[in-house]
């Protein structure tokens, strides 16, 4: 994997040549003052959109334990940026698409940020929906320093200047169980499996030879020769026989998730089945075997319920301290719990004997 095979997948790098068969999108370049925003520590909403979105009545909070000077406490840091132009030019675009739109920058969306969302989805019907998603997430952090990561030539990549862009997509309604990843090696189909790989979907084993065509004909009739790379990934939703739409393009390698390959089998295969495939318990390995082009291709699915994996983003969202505790990976954090739990049981006995004096 090259610099220029990720430059390649930036959005506004293939979504010209591919928008007849993608989700309608729009691409804003990045103002400065955004980008700084968006890099900036902490999470401040910004003036225009907290305004918008409607701030508290100070009368609606009562009670003591409320009487700390919040205002004072954060003056210092919470400068809140303000962005009108961008921030009015987000909103008619979002009325534009439909009043939804699902964002990302210019390789990745905040998917692990949706905890975070009132609906739990990427759904954003307001700038202010966008900001905070944005601002939460790792994965658009990566985008922002380290887009290279994993690439051979990356010794290169500080010549490289990123145009950063903010990407609104018109929102659909998609079902999980009908999205693939598929990945080109050398120009040619080598994979394919179901994109959202934690779950069993019983539709694909009953229909896994007509899923295999429909891609194959997708991928020989609108995407190959197209892609500038000769090794890449593609997802494909199929929304119904031989009806499908391109989601995105990403690098071949590992800063792409191989889902149920791993990038070790996929480095593997150049395209040739592979005769001793070690496949998992809960998956299945099928080629539609129809000309000698389709004996080299591997589909891979969940084929039984009790192959089904925790979501990959359900760590998101919980503290740091509490995924070290339930990992073990940190023991002091733990001893410290324990001499927490020890001092609290003290002070509470001590506690009752005075109440029993
Ligand atoms: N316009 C849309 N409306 C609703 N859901 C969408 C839309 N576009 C993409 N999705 C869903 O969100 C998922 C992630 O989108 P996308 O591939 O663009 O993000 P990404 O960060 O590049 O993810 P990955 O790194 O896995 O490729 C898609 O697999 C698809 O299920
Ligand atoms: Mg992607």
Avoid at 133 to 145: A, G, P, R, V, Y
Avoid at 216 to 226: D, E, I, P, R, S
Avoid at 269 to 278: F, H, T
Avoid at 349 to 357: A, N, T
Wanted: glycine share 6%.
């Amino acid at each position: 994997m090259d610099t220029q095979d990720v430059l390649n997948c930036v959005f506004s790098a293939w979504y010209p040549k591919f928008k007849d068969i993608t989700i309608k999108s729009h691409i804003l370049p990045l103002p400065k003052e955004f980008l700084d925003y968006l890099q900036a520590d902490g999470v401040v909403l910004p003036e225009q959109s907290v305004t918008a979105s409607g701030k508290h009545d100070e009368d609606d909070i009562e009670g003591e334990e409320l009487d700390v000077d919040w205002d004072a406490a954060d003056s210092s840091e919470t400068e809140m940026p303000s962005f009108p132009e961008f921030e009015s030019l987000m909103k008619k675009i979002i009325k534009t698409l439909g009043g939804s739109v699902f964002p990302k920058l210019n390789w990745s969306a905040p998917r692990d940020a949706t905890w975070i969302s009132f609906d739990k989805t990427l759904r954003c019907t307001c700038p202010s929906d966008v900001y905070l998603l944005l601002k939460s997430s790792e994965f658009i952090t990566h985008d922002l320093t380290q887009p290279f990561l994993h690439c051979k030539d990356c010794h290169n990549r500080n010549n490289i200047t990123v145009q950063y862009e903010l990407i609104l997509r018109k929102w659909q309604n998609l079902a999980s169980g009908m999205e693939f990843r598929c990945f080109v090696r050398n120009g040619k189909l080598i994979a394919i499996c179901q994109r959202n790989h934690t779950e069993h979907y019983e539709f694909i084993s009953m229909m896994k030879e007509e899923i295999v065509s429909d891609i194959k004909a997708f991928f020989y009739h609108m995407v190959a020769g197209k892609f500038p790379s000769k090794n890449y990934v593609f997802d494909v939703y199929r929304r119904d026989k031989g009806k499908l739409l391109l989601i995105d393009f990403n690098p071949f390698g590992p800063v792409t998730d191989g889902l149920l390959f791993t990038w070790d089998e996929l480095e593997g295969l150049k395209g040739e089945r592979q005769e001793n495939d070690q496949t998992q318990e809960s998956t299945a390995v099928e080629t539609s075997g129809e000309t000698s082009k389709d004996q080299d291709l591997v589909f891979r699915f969940v084929e039984q319920p009790e192959g089904v994996q925790p979501h990959p983003y359900s760590c998101f969202g919980i503290p740091e301290d509490i995924k070290d505790l339930t990992s073990g990976e940190d023991p002091y954090k733990m001893m410290d719990l324990l001499n927490l739990k020890i001092q609290r049981m003290g002070e509470d006995q001590e506690h009752s004997s005075d109440e029993g004096d």
